[in-house]
């Protein structure tokens, strides 16, 4: 009997969207102008019904939004959520971040590794479906409404928080990409598409610990990033630093020769290098007809 052949040969890389890869809240650039109201004092409001009825903060703002509209007689549709996004604004470099990345690792992987990138976002996904980096993702996971017969938004269908944004990990890790499949069957390691030693997390607080701590505990790469001149950002990404939470942390700053740039590669060489490596005992395994869970020990 031969050895199974080697296929967990892709890298994912999984980001946080606002304060990651855009300055502010996407709503801020989106339906809050089209709306007329000013983000602060939304944002007021949202924390304080949150805190008045104990209700979970990302579903008051998605009902308090849907509240605006029809007060002020503006029907929001799914077309209108996806060209709104093209309004959305983002650090520098980002446009032109996800096709270096994917010619990074095709050079360096000698065209046998590849790499996937993937939104989870407590923000709204039909938002994030117009964006103009959209053609990067594999999938992008992110808070949805419901609409009705006449195509207009009513009700929140899907919500994804703080630490439910750790199933969507899962999913990655297992290619069990969709909704309608379950997570939740036993899968030995050496059966996951993605291994979490082949994923990268980009997030930019504390939202995102859930997350940076399950792929950081499973042998992942988490990283932080914070505006380049806020300094109550940069101390919360040094203390997430200091409390082992992430592997770096870099400005917001998305460009070539950044810091950032450098310390991603940086953590893709050493995938590229694991997956060689792993890559090697799978065929040695072969040579010797010896079958198993490369993972085992």
Not at 72 to 96: C, H, L, T, W
Not at 119 to 135: D, F
Not at 208 to 237: E, Q
Request: with cysteine; charged share 25%; proline share 5%.
């Amino acid at each position: 009997m031969s050895a199974k052949p080697f296929f967990q040969n892709t890298i994912a890389m999984v980001y946080d969207f606002d304060g990651t890869l855009s300055p502010q809240p996407m709503q801020e650039y989106t339906v809050l102008p089209k709306l007329g109201i000013k983000p602060k004092d939304f944002w007021g409001q949202v924390d304080q019904e949150s805190a008045d009825t104990v209700s979970e903060k990302m579903l008051v703002y998605m009902r308090l939004l849907l509240e605006e509209a029809h007060s002020r007689k503006i029907n929001i549709s799914r077309s209108d959520f996806q060209a709104m996004g093209k309004n959305i604004e983002y650090f520098p470099g980002v446009q032109s971040w996800f096709s270096r990345i994917n010619a990074y690792v095709k050079k360096k992987g000698g065209g046998q590794v590849g790499v996937q990138h993937y939104i989870i976002s407590a923000g709204m996904k039909e938002i994030l479906e117009g964006i103009s980096i959209r053609r990067y993702f594999q999938q992008i996971y992110a808070s949805e409404y419901h609409f009705n017969f006449q195509g207009i938004a009513t009700f929140p269908k899907l919500l994804i928080t703080d630490t439910t944004k750790t199933q969507y990990l899962f999913r990655v890790n297992k290619g069990k990409e969709t909704l309608e499949q379950s997570i939740n069957e036993h899968m030995p390691e050496g059966e996951r598409p993605i291994p979490f030693h082949n994923m990268i997390y980009i997030g930019d607080g504390m939202t995102d610990v859930p997350s940076m701590a399950l792929t950081k505990k499973n042998g992942g790469h988490p990283l932080a990033v914070y505006p380049p001149r806020n300094r109550h950002d940069r101390d919360t990404c040094i203390d997430l630093l200091a409390a082992k939470r992430v592997d770096f942390i870099a400005p917001a700053d998305y460009r070539a020769e950044s810091k950032l740039s450098k310390r991603v590669t940086l953590l893709l060489d050493s995938i590229i290098s694991g997956i060689a490596y792993q890559r090697e005992v799978s065929a040695c395994h072969g040579e010797h007809g010896i079958d198993g869970d490369l993972h085992a020990t």
